[in-house]
């Protein structure tokens, strides 16, 4: 794959508490380590990734790794707005992280602002289960991201389980929003940067062309 060539630009950030291993996820998803010991995030930080969603079709991922101490919130405030995407970790061994997962993602809300976000919610750590330091049942964050619209995984960066998953389930997210229209392509807005409008605008048109086949009974949307 030629990584010079991409069709889209999705800007993705990492939401958070301090400590949940954001950084951790997006070293093992970019660069395939796990560090046991990782500078914890000051500010911002940019990590680079290519994707491939469907054949020919290739996606230049800007990931935004923000600092989830509080002191650092008014600098990783300003990158809400151009983001199109959200991952949002917390340590299913820490209730505190995940008791904060509502306040990230009301706040990301309120400021994105005409635009749209869509999340994912990820219960990192998951490899610490065995050790027997679970502290939020999946059942419960299940039920937390179902209410919050967005789907939900567990991973874990130590053994790299369900990383890759995670950053491409949101990736792909994206893109199905921006093939339906639920994102828009906005002048003066970062969150989406698409090479050729034009082939956009022509896979809408045949994404929602009506179908001449036998109407199949809907299912419910996930």
């Known amino acids: 794959m030629d990584l010079t060539l991409w069709q889209y630009q999705f800007r993705i950030i990492m939401l958070g508490d301090s400590t949940v291993g954001k950084s951790s996820m997006l070293k093992r998803y970019t660069e395939d380590l796990f560090l046991e010991s990782i500078n914890q995030t000051v500010g911002v930080d940019f990590y680079v990734h290519f994707l491939e969603v469907e054949r020919g079709v290739r996606v230049k991922l800007q990931f935004w790794d923000t600092a989830g101490q509080e002191r650092f919130r008014s600098v990783t405030r300003s990158y809400y707005r151009n983001s199109v995407g959200g991952l949002l970790v917390f340590d299913i061994t820490s209730r505190a992280s995940f008791d904060h997962v509502t306040e990230w993602h009301s706040e990301v809300c309120e400021r994105v602002q005409p635009h749209k976000v869509l999340f994912v919610l990820v219960g990192h750590k998951s490899d610490r289960e065995a050790e027997g330091e679970r502290a939020v049942s999946r059942e419960e964050a299940e039920r937390l991201a ?77």
């Open 146 to 222: 179902g209410h919050l619209g967005m789907p939900y995984m567990e991973a874990s960066a130590k053994t790299g389980q369900n990383v890759r998953e995670s950053f491409e389930l949101l990736t792909r997210r994206v893109y199905q929003g921006l093939l339906s229209g639920e994102v828009e392509l906005q002048e003066g807005w970062d969150g989406v940067k698409c090479a050729a409008p034009q082939a956009l605008q022509l896979q809408r048109a045949s994404v929602s062309r009506p179908s001449t086949a036998p109407e199949k009974k809907k299912k419910c949307c996930q």
